[in-house]
């Protein structure tokens, strides 16, 4: 167990709509990264909050956005969903404990778009 | 920018075999480096890094990694593989507090 959470595990929506996946990182972690695996584009970083900043963005659509809440939660909102969205989505986070460099994982969120 | 490339998209590999899973990295410095693995239905777990000194790394599950510059390789190793070994390895280069750049993976298939 990492340590990092993520919610819900599972999600099946249809084209069109709107879904948040949540994410709770390691105890003591300020960053947060968000990643999508797909079949056809492998692991791909999307995008990374640092103490509720945005520090980093990777091939981010313009339909997704995030951000990182106080108590340093993140959600990941997902709109205008499209067929090629269904994905895992991933969740990591990383701090001083492990190396700032070292990011730890969650179990993903497994989004189908029907 | 840096990129991963492992080389094998499947290997089998028999129960009690030696495994090395190969993985040639893309970056002008020493970057971090990193391998995780992800059994079916599962997150990433780390297996182990690199980021200075001894060439060897140790990580989990009695895997190690060896780390060189001249060839911009990150090899994976396991002496003796186990049945519950078989699952998805990534490498993953990372060159500061940001983003991490993973390889397409390797499957690890384990034969009886």
């Known amino acids: 167990d990492s340590g990092v959470t993520q919610t819900p595990k599972h999600l099946i929506t249809a084209t069109g709509q709107r879904v948040t996946l949540r994410c709770s990182p390691r105890s003591g972690d300020l960053s947060v990264y968000w990643y999508q695996q797909s079949l056809d584009q492998g692991l791909q970083f999307l995008i990374q909050y640092y103490n509720g900043e945005e520090r980093a963005k990777g091939n981010i659509l313009e339909r997704f956005s995030a951000q990182q809440f106080p108590d340093l939660h993140s959600e990941l909102n997902l709109s205008s969903l499209e067929l090629g969205d269904s994905a895992l989505y991933f969740c990591a986070s990383s701090g001083l404990a492990g190396g700032p460099e070292t990011q730890y994982f969650g179990p993903g969120t497994r989004l189908l778009v029907l | 920018a840096q990129s991963v490339t492992q080389p094998d998209i499947h290997i089998t590999v028999s129960e009690g075999a030696s495994l090395e899973l190969r993985c040639n990295y893309s970056y002008g410095a020493t970057p971090y480096l990193f391998w995780y693995v992800q059994s079916p239905g599962q997150g990433l777990q780390l297996l182990l890094k690199?980021?200075?000194?001894?060439?060897l790394v140790q990580g989990i599950k009695g895997f190690e990694a060896e780390f060189k510059r001249s060839q911009s390789s990150f090899n994976l190793r396991k002496p003796s593989v186990h049945w519950s070994d078989a699952a998805e390895y990534f490498c993953?280069?990372?060159?500061?507090?940001?983003?991490?750049?993973f390889g397409t993976g390797t499957r690890l298939l384990v034969s009886p």
């Open positions: 690199y980021f200075s000194g001894d060439t």
């Open positions: 993953a280069v990372n060159t500061g507090f940001q983003k991490l750049v």
